[in-house]
């Protein structure tokens, strides 16, 4: 199939669930442009809080809706007959919710996870908890995910955003790059699913390192630094799963990065800021509105890395910030206390 007949290739339904920011945005995305796109949320009266208010004020305020974005409360109406269902559903209820609207999905549909995460205690991600969930119907899907330098509400502002779409098959990764391109919002195509989706989970531990940096008082040497060794990190788990090396370069990779340990809309940034200033994590989570992933993913990448036996001393530091209450500093002092070794020779082994 060519380029041309991929773009001619209309979907005829989008069911995106989640009604957070982010799968507000994406919904309102595709409604501007006069897709059929239906939005479910897992509470019923925040749906009707929209479609009274006509916008998302608890998660994106500001932002009108468009008249043309189906708001739906019942999971089955919102995926039957969908040929492309965008998951963006925070990790820890991701298989909740995937084997609840399961059942509904018609063959050849497109499953696109939008969430960037590693679920605990399996340490599947995303793509895969769905393949393991619809077990002998995965034959039936294609699996992928959307993923890039996108905060929801620049999106919502139409700033000019690009991501990265990927799928095992490239023709499946180019009818979702057209779906969603606008504008101001462009998609590249990938087939490095597993590249993508461990580059968007562990940027997010990543930024809560490079909140904590800042919030103990350190400068820009010191976030650069974070970056830096921190992609390097990724980059290590990543092709130890089999990931393509120069992902972690791309848009899903240190685009994304850079954006969640510089940017002040950062949610994971965030908490960090607030550890390093002298907060409890319980305090930290209790003074915001909107779920901070990478709290959760810190540990279940620790868990994963463990697994793999691959080397992550930041992403281990941060772990023991979270959950084991280790003092900043004390994390800091160990970081720069290791062996020295050669730049590159540690990137990749």
Known sequence: MRKSEVKKKAMNKTAVIGAGSWGTALAELLADKGENVWLWGHRP???????????????????????NLNLEKDLERTVRDADCVIM?????????????LLPFLQNGVR????????????RQTMTELMIHEAGSRAVDFS????????????????????????????????????????DYFRAYT????????????????????????DGLGFGLNTRAALITRGLAEITRMGVTMGALPFTFS????????????????????TVGLKLGKGKKLATALSEMTMVAEGVKTTKSCYNLAASLGVEMPILE?????????KDCMQAVRELFGRDLKEELDETLS
């Open 317 to 325: 530091q941060t772990y023991r910030i979270l959950y084991e209450d």
């Open 190 to 213: 990938s087939t490095d699913v597993i590249g993508l989706e461990i580059s968007g989970a562990m940027k997010n531990v990543i930024a809560i390192a490079a909140g904590i940096s």
């Open 143 to 182: 699996f992928g995910v959307l993923s890039g330098p996108s905060f929801a509400k620049e999106v919502a502002d139409h700033q000019p955003t690009a991501v990265t779409v990927a799928f095992a098959d490239i023709e499946d990764a180019r009818a979702v790059q057209y779906l969603f391109a606008t």
């Open 111 to 122: 499953l696109v996870s939008a969430v960037k995460g590693i679920e605990i205690g399996t």
């Open 250 to 269: 791309g848009l899903g990779g240190m685009g994304d990065l850079v954006l969640t340990c510089t940017g002040n809309l950062s949610r994971n940034r």
């Open 88 to 100: 963006v559903v925070p990790s820890h209820g991701y298989r909740q919710v995937f084997c609840s």
């Open 45 to 67: 009266e925040h749906i009707a809080q929209i479609q009274r208010e006509g916008e998302n004020s608890r998660y994106l305020p500001g932002f009108p809706l468009s008249e």
